[in-house]
């Protein structure tokens, strides 16, 4: 009887050690952030999810919601594009932020997925009139703190 109980907590601890290694790979490889607050879109909502894989390399994966057509605001650009500020103080261009559906749905949903070499440490979105541009505008809508 004394046996069957060391086991059974044997047996206990060692999924608790499992179950507490695989939360911690996880954690480590996956990491996601809120936009704060935007002054310019105040109803716009969304986050950016960020995961390594094996290469270091980063899929990065940014969703909003009810942001406003662009069309709209008060600036004279026609889209939004994402950029990122990597850990060695670079500024990317991430892309272009893509509707549900050619112009902004109903939902006014936007999103973009991306990969990039190096690791990104905060995200945010400007209004651009060259989705190519080589560095942001001042005209920053959206962003995340630093993770």
Known sequence: MKT????????NILVG?????????????ATKAKFQPSRVVPAAQGDVKVKSDHN???????NIE????????????NS???WMETDQGRTINLGQLKSSSG????KLKASLETKSSFKPVKI???????????YPSTDIIMETNRF
């Open 4 to 11: 069957e109980r060391k086991n059974s907590i044997a047996s």
């Open 17 to 29: 050690i499992m179950i507490t290694g695989m939360f911690l790979l996880f954690s480590e490889c």
């Open 56 to 62: 270091n390399n980063y899929a990065i994966q940014i």
């Open 66 to 77: 009810s942001l406003a057509e662009v069309e709209k605001l008060q600036t004279s650009k």
């Open 80 to 82: 939004y594009v994402a």
């Open 103 to 106: 112009l902004m749905s109903s």
């Open 124 to 134: 945010f979105v400007t209004t651009e009139q060259d989705t190519n541009a080589s």
